[in-house]
DNA sequence: GTCTCCGTGTGGTCAGACCACACAGAGATC
DNA sequence: GATCTCTGTGTGGTCTGACCACACGGAGAC
């Protein structure tokens, strides 16, 4: 009943409060791991474990060697942590490949929306839909643009939460992409179609027409993973 | 170039191996750390810095102690890793309030929508109605149940994996809305308030309304966190 | 047959040691 | 004087060994 928290706990407890507190902000350095661990009596292996668990929650970054780049850096970086929380779920089946893509479909036509509305700028999207265009791409430089992008969208909707979601949902289930994709018929007819379906969508933001957009966005998801064999059934809205 | 992983990182990805190929899943132990250690041929403390990611994630649950019931367990429960997530991301201002908030309103919008067309089973969100119904419940203990109603009614809808975003975005911001919560005028009222938008939210999903129960929740949620000083503005949709 | 106790295996923690690495400054060299 | 080289130093990364607390389970006492 006394409730002792484990070492790594107060670790983990005590940068929260720092950061909370405003003594941590992103792009300042954590103490010395052994500094740290004598500041709050624990061993040294005790604040390593705290500290790895905020590195993987893209909440610091570590580097050997000395000089003003080692050390811990708070850099708050949402989409690793997002997607490696995705990807373990997706792969111990707390998350359904199926509700992965349904959520993706989601927040998609959620910002799609909120981008025909608003009219945000759109150059970062644009910029990597002519970068799709050349043709030397390989297959699996064209996927990682074509998730560059659809992240961009997120990100030009000015919601940092939901950016690092689409990233998250995106990369938990590019294994399974990537293992699909050899099934797909052609792909250059699929590229193609790909790259039509992504200026029809801009298109359809650009001109304000939230419902075609949202149109547009749902048969682009569904026919994706259609052919990707992911279960594209049972998307919420 | 040789890209050497850090031998935490070994650890992690053979889990996530054994995972994806069937070999664990959830519900079975893992091996103890003393043996994982000798069978990855890393020490002890790197097998420990990993299985404390997995257990933050929400991946495994360890015990001390012997038995069957002792060790590290596959529990795949998503929404304490996706709390921890969020809440250091808030706390290191990775991400904004504001963002979370609107995220919330999306997926709380895009729930009941689904709710109202697909008639789904609302015993349990009803049943957590009925025990905030009771007088003799503190505020922090109201608002428990509350965030329970709405993390309910994301698992009604059949989703997990939104229900398990629902559950992290609401844990992130809790300790603002309990800070906050001094500062409303009358719990009494305000109470009574939340509990009537509760039932006619239900109300509208239970007639099929999808547009009426969309409205009713955008209201409570936006006066809610209106009532907190949490920046109700920029909600996407 | 029941109770008690202790062995055993588990995670939790600590201390110490060593390595690889990167910077910074001292010193050598031109 | 400017430049290059080298070594010291502080950092994270890792391993080893040791000890503790805890919970189960069976051996032994009653």
Redesign the interface.
């Known amino acids: 009943m006394t409730d002792t928290p484990r070492a790594?706990e107060t670790v983990l407890r005590s940068i929260?409060t720092d950061?909370?507190a405003g003594t941590?902000?992103?792009g300042d350095r954590l103490p010395p791991e052994r500094q740290l661990a004598a500041g709050l009596s624990v061993g040294r292996?005790s604040v390593?474990?705290?500290l790895?668990?905020?590195e993987?929650?893209?909440?610091i970054r570590t580097q050997t060697g000395s000089g003003p780049q080692a050390g811990a850096i708070?850099v708050?970086?949402?989409s690793g942590?997002?997607s490696?929380?995705?990807?373990?779920?997706v792969?111990?089946?707390?998350?359904?490949v199926r509700?992965?893509v349904?959520?993706r479909l989601?927040?998609e036509a959620?910002?799609v929306?909120?981008l025909a509305t608003s009219g945000a700028d759109l150059a970062a999207s644009t910029q990597l839909l002519d970068a799709m265009d050349s043709p030397s791409l390989t297959e699996a430089e064209f996927l990682a643009l074509d998730a560059q992008f659809h992240v961009s969208l997120a990100e030009a909707?000015?919601?940092?939460?939901?950016a690092?979601?689409m990233a998250g949902?995106r990369n938990s289930i590019e294994s399974y992409v990537l293992e699909a994709a050899p099934e797909w018929h052609s792909w250059p007819a699929t590229s193609e179609r790909l790259r039509r379906e992504h200026r029809s969508i801009l298109e359809a933001i650009r001109n304000t027409t939230a419902d075609l957009a949202r149109e547009r966005v749902r048969n682009h998801i569904t026919t994706y993973y259609s052919e990707s064999r992911l279960t594209p059934d049972?998307a919420?809205?």
Not at 56 to 59: H, M
Not at 91 to 96: L, T
Not at 157 to 162: A, F, H, I, Q
């Open positions: 790594w929260e950061l909370l941590l902000a992103p292996s390593r474990e705290a790895r668990v905020l993987v929650l893209g909440l708070i708050a970086t949402p942590g997002m490696a929380l995705m990807r373990f779920q792969a111990a089946r707390g998350f359904a509700d992965v349904a959520t989601l927040l959620a910002v929306t909120e909707s000015g919601n940092e939460v939901v690092a979601m949902l049972s919420i809205t």
